[in-house]
């Protein structure tokens, strides 16, 4: 009646995760920001020119446009090596936006009134500090799979904006109950 199936897909799934670690490290693009957020006090300012930055990065932002995945953020003073800072990982429907939320805009107040774990306010600070920053994304297939990806990599790497609640680990964990 039913089939049993073997699990040497950890092989597969280890696989996976090598190559989406490989993926994210080697594909860094440079996210550009106007000199006008290098200075200080723009912070103040940074909401109402962050369509500047948005059209400055058209093109990354449209090649994540409705593609689920993993994706990294990366730092770094001009010059200097680039520090993994965030995994995060997003759906296909809502991508260009997730990753707007940390590197471009974010508005505090949501529809549902829940925080989008954005990195947005750490990510500013860098920016206004001077700091380069870079961002690297994967798409995952079969798109389910963009959980397992994300947990681990950062189990495995300790991104430094990745603490408890950022990963399903740390996340709150709703109860679910089978009844037929």
């Known amino acids: 009646m039913y089939k049993e199936v073997e699990i040497s897909d950890k092989k597969i799934l280890k696989e996976l995760l090598s190559s989406a670690r490989k993926c994210l490290n080697s594909t860094k693009v440079k996210f550009i920001y106007p000199d006008l957020f290098k200075e200080k006090g723009a912070v103040d300012t940074w909401k109402e020119h962050y369509k500047e930055i948005d059209k400055a990065n058209i093109d990354v932002l449209n090649n994540i446009d409705k593609r689920g995945g993993v994706y990294a953020i990366f730092a770094a003073k001009p010059k200097k090596e680039w520090q993994l800072k965030y995994i995060g990982q997003t759906k296909s429907e809502s991508s260009k936006q997730r990753i707007r939320s940390h590197l ?25 500090s001077g700091h380069d920053v870079a961002l690297s994304f994967v798409e995952v297939s079969p798109e389910s799979l963009r959980h397992y990806v994300e947990e681990e990599l950062i189990n495995k790497t300790q991104p430094q904006w990745n603490h408890n609640g950022t990963t399903l680990k740390g996340q709150k964990r709703s109860h679910m109950r089978c009844s037929l």
């Open 104 to 128: 471009v805009w974010r508005n505090k107040k949501t529809k549902s009134g829940k925080s989008t774990g954005s990195k947005f306010d750490e990510l500013q600070r860098l920016v206004v």
